[in-house]
């Protein structure tokens, strides 16, 4: 099993949708776990800390599930410009080493 | 304004030659990471520091080689052993690697391009 995985996608919504990715690690032991979004042919940028509440940002929500060892982002009122790749990112490998997961693609349509 | 940067932004080099990627940060971070991307697919780290003077082997090291004697500075030298160097390169900070204070800055990253 791969330390984190995601759907690579794309998953391809209109404006307006609502659309929600998973992200499931392996390691129990996980601390951190964040999500990243990433423009094409640019650098990831932080868009959400996952804490153990939940957390929520706008249109953007983020939730940690320990049980099933998985984190979700949920974005509301997709938006054009929401169209990226969406990178999970969880501190694994029994250190705080980032480990990045290959990213789930979405296309927001007129 | 504290930030991260890389240079160049494009690289083309020569089989057989060596080529070094700057980065440099002002955000005052412990550790700092240099990460490939290649089309398609996800991060994956090549070395990673957690303080000056120190640094620790990634996932995909070979072919590969660092220095960090300034705080500030992390530079990543693609030397003629890596086979495929051809990708993205991406270099990161953050605040250090304890848990709740690793969230990751990036740098607009270099593409190196092998002729």
């Known amino acids: 099993r791969k330390e984190v995985e995601q759907d690579p996608g794309p998953f391809n919504v209109p404006e307006g949708a609502t659309v929600a990715f998973n992200c499931t690690y392996s390691?129990?032991?996980?601390?951190?776990f964040f999500w990243y979004r990433q423009d094409c042919r640019k650098e990831p940028k932080l868009l959400m800390s996952?804490?153990?509440s939940g957390n929520e940002d706008g249109r953007f929500t983020a939730q940690l599930n320990r049980a099933s060892q998985y984190i979700s982002l949920l974005i509301r009122d997709s938006k054009l410009s929401d169209s990226a790749t969406y990178l999970c990112?969880?501190?694994?490998?029994?250190?705080?080493?980032?480990?990045f997961g290959r990213g789930t693609s979405l296309i927001v349509h007129p | 304004d504290g930030g991260i940067t890389q240079s160049p932004k494009y690289l083309f080099r020569k089989e057989g030659q060596n080529v070094t990627l700057s980065c440099e940060q002002n955000?005052?971070?412990?550790?700092m990471y240099w990460y490939r991307q290649d089309p398609g697919q996800g991060l994956r780290l090549i070395y990673y520091?957690?303080?000056?003077?120190?640094?620790q082997k990634g996932d995909i090291a070979e072919g590969y080689s660092v220095s960090r004697e300034k705080k500030e500075s992390f530079p990543l030298t693609v030397t003629s052993a890596q086979k495929n160097p051809t990708a993205f390169y991406l270099c990161?900070?953050?605040?250090?690697?304890?848990?709740?204070?690793?969230?990751?800055?990036f740098g607009p990253g270099t593409r190196l391009t092998v002729l």
């Open positions: 990161a900070s953050s605040i250090s690697l304890a848990g709740g204070h690793n969230e990751q800055f």
């Open positions: 390691n129990s032991a996980s601390q951190s």
């Open positions: 996952v804490y153990s």
């Open positions: 990112v969880v501190n694994g490998r029994g250190s705080y080493i980032p480990t």
């Open positions: 955000l005052n971070h412990d550790a």
């Open positions: 520091s957690q303080i000056v003077n120190d640094f």
